[in-house]
């Protein structure tokens, strides 16, 4: 149940029942479908509008006017190229909220669907990897100066993609078409429409696991020891990069939390046969998987605002013009943690000879 295909799926469900499940108070309430899907539709369309043109940009820039790719660049383009690959599936589910049903065949069905996995994983596993790479110029500054070229960074982005596809692949698997009230739905094997529960906690599991907790938590880890390494005032590191890459981090977990947060209470209600909670969990799922859909168009607003001093003097080049500036940010850490290992070496010998006893 990735971002896109979430919000389409309750959408899906509201269609099949007329109803909409009761919030997290006691009380039901029952909302109407026609506003929901009319949320749905705004907000699939301005994430087209603001994410396809402003990730298109930012891989139009990369390609066509930076010569020399830093390996933040690199990382930034393929984070551009995962965006914009599911936000080209935004047309099927508009047409999908527009119509009630599924019109397209059950091969695009299971493709739009595949494409939200690989974007997801992709997406938080190569802002994982920004967070192990300024974590190594940190830790082993020498270390990260003989490895951390643009062949390894492609070898790893290339590995982060291979393992993106893999962890997608229960995602088409679990999904078909089927016909409801005389409307052709794509749904969730065990979704409300189809009827029982494991694929939705296998799915809602795998997502959460594999996709949040696992990758954030080492992110959580890198730049705990980052901030604590460089945590003296001499040492602290004012970079737009820096700041750019926390930005991005920082988003993403704001627009994913929500989503599976309800991952974890869907499941909960699941394995507990607790009415209250899947009731809960279908009424918040639609605000919350929408708003991580929002997530694929947010990091060229966040690029526009970083290199905002750029537009005027650099006019249309000016995110090459921030980018240009992401090779100088590792080697910044790089040397700041030498340097801060070197005193630390001196005043260990220094207090190594205080210690030792002086012959009489």
């Not at 309750?10 to 909409?20: E, G, H, V």
């Not at 949320?39 to 020399?68: C, D, E, Q, Y």
């Not at 920004?130 to 390894?152: C, E, G, H, N, W």
């Not at 996709?211 to 004012?238: A, D, H, M």
Request: a positive charge.
């Amino acid at each position: 149940m990735t971002a896109n295909h979430t919000v389409t799926e309750q959408m899906m469900t509201l269609n099949a029942s007329a109803t909409y499940p009761a919030a997290f108070t006691n009380s039901s309430s029952a909302t109407d479908p026609k506003s929901s899907a009319s949320l749905g539709i705004t907000i699939l369309s301005v994430a087209f509008i603001i994410g396809f043109p402003g990730n298109a940009f930012v891989i139009w820039t990369i390609l066509t006017r930076m010569r020399k790719r830093t390996v933040t660049c690199i990382l930034i383009l393929h984070l551009a190229m995962a965006d914009i690959i599911v936000i080209l599936t935004a047309p099927f589910f508009l047409h999908l909220l527009s119509t009630r049903g599924w019109t397209f065949r059950e091969v695009i069905c299971k493709l739009c669907h595949y494409v939200s996995g690989l974007s997801m994983y992709s997406s938080i596993y190569l802002i994982t990897f920004m967070s192990m790479d300024r974590f190594l110029a940190v830790y082993k500054p020498y270390v990260s100066q003989k490895i951390r070229t643009k062949l390894t960074a492609r070898i790893i982005v290339l590995v982060i993609w291979i393992q993106a596809s893999l962890l997608a692949i229960p995602v088409p698997l679990y999904r078909t078409v089927k016909i409801k009230g005389d409307v052709q739905h794509c749904i969730t094997i065990g979704s409300p429409v189809d009827g029982g529960f494991q694929h939705i906690v296998f799915q809602n599991m795998l997502e959460t696991i594999m996709g949040f907790v696992l990758p954030f938590s080492i992110i959580v880890f890198c730049y705990g020891y980052i901030g604590l390494k460089l945590r003296t005032v001499k040492f602290q590191i004012k970079n737009k990069t820096s700041r750019l890459v926390i930005m991005i981090i920082v988003t993403f977990a704001l627009f994913w939390i929500p989503n599976h947060v309800v991952n974890i209470i869907q499941v909960s209600g699941e394995l507990s046969s607790s009415l209250k909670l899947k009731e809960a969990a279908n009424f918040a799922k639609p605000n919350a998987t929408a708003f991580a859909f929002l997530s694929s168009s947010i990091n060229p607003v966040l690029y526009v605002f970083a290199g905002g001093n750029f537009i005027r003097t650099a006019g249309v080049g000016f995110m090459a013009k921030l980018f240009e500036g992401t090779g100088s940010e590792a080697s910044t850490l790089r040397k700041v943690s030498q340097v801060f290992q070197q005193r630390s070496r001196k005043q260990s010998s220094e207090q190594g000879k205080l210690n030792k006893p002086t012959e009489e």
